[in-house]
C-alpha cells in the first residue's frame, strides 16, 4: 500500500521539492499553500494525476483549513502516514521596524500553524504509528539581531521536542529538520538570494526522506545541517 503524506507550504522551496522527492517514490501526497496559482504550477510541474496529488488552498494558521486537509487526506486515501509540517515565512528587516500585523501573521502562521498541523494529524499518525516532521532552521539555535523570525522557530524546536515527549510512546516518529541558508523563494521578500553560500531544497528534501525511510522502532529526531561556509 502506497504511503500517505501531507506537506503543508508544499507548492513551493523545501516543500516542493519533498513532495516531489515522495510522488518520485510512490507516495500518494497532498499540499497545501495559501497561493492556488502556484499550487497550479506545482502540479502541472509535478505531471502527477489526482490519485496521486491532492492540492488544497489554504492557511495553516487558519484551524478549519488544516483540519479539513488532514480529513480530506484520510477521506480519499484511507490513511495518513506522515505529515511535514513546513509552511512559513519571514519578514523584511527587524524586530525594530516590522509592522505589528505582519509580527501576528508571521507569528500565527510559523507557531500556532504547525501547532495546529500536530493537533489535527496526530490520532491519524497514531492509527498508522507514522511520522512527523516539523520544518525548523539554525534560526532555531542561533540569535541574531532583532531576528523574530528566529524567535518563532525557536518556538518550533520547542514543539517538536515536547510532541515527540508526548507520542513517542505511541510509536510516532518525531523529525526536526533544522536547515541553515537555502536557495529558496523564501528569500523574494528579503531582497533577493544572500550572497552567501547556500544549499538546495533538493538537499533539505533529501534529510526530509531520510528521516521519513527509517526502519520501524528508530526514530530520527534532529537533523541541523548549513552550507560550508555558513559560519553562523
Known amino acids: 500500500m502506497e504511503p500517505v503524506t501531507l506537506i503543508t507550504g508544499g507548492s513551493t522551496g523545501i516543500g516542493a521539492a519533498t513532495a516531489l522527492q515522495l510522488l518520485k517514490a510512490g507516495h500518494r501526497v497532498t499540499i497545501t499553500a495559501r497561493d ?29 483549513h488544516v483540519q479539513a486537509a488532514v480529513r480530506l487526506t484520510v477521506q480519499s486515501w484511507g490513511r495518513l502516514d506522515n505529515v511535514i509540517a513546513n509552511a512559513g515565512f519571514s519578514l523584511p528587516g527587524t524586530l525594530a ?35 512527523l516532521v516539523l520544518v525548523g532552521s539554525v534560526a532555531g539555535v542561533k540569535n541574531s539581531p532583532g531576528n523574530l523570525y528566529s524567535v518563532t522557530k525557536w518556538a518550533v524546536h520547542a514543539l517538536a ?29 528579503r531582497g533577493g538570494k ?16 531520510f528521516a521519513l525511510n527509517q526502519p520501524a522502532g528508530m526514530d530520527i529526531n534532529h537533523i541541523q545541517m548549513r552550507p560550508l561556509g555558513q559560519a553562523n
Open 36 to 64: 492556488a496559482d502556484r499550487l497550479a504550477e506545482f502540479r502541472a510541474r509535478a505531471g502527477a494525476d489526482d490519485s496521486q496529488l491532492m492540492t488544497l488552498p489554504g492557511d495553516t494558521s487558519d484551524a478549519e
Open 194 to 209: 544572500p550572497q552567501h553560500p547556500t544549499m538546495t531544497a533538493d538537499q533539505i528534501a533529501d534529510s526530509i526522506l
Open 161 to 189: 521536542e515536547n510532541t515527540r515527549m508526548m507520542v513517542t510512546g505511541d510509536q510516532v516518529g518525531v523529525t526536526l529538520i533544522a536547515p541553515g541558508m537555502v536557495d529558496t523563494p523564501f528569500w523574494d521578500n
Open 97 to 131: 521596524d516590522h509592522h505589528p500585523e505582519a509580527m501576528r501573521a508571521m507569528i500565527l502562521t510559523n507557531v500556532l500553524g504547525p501547532a495546529l498541523v500536530v493537533q489535527a494529524a496526530l490520532p491519524h499518525l497514531k492509527d498508522s504509528q507514522g511520522r
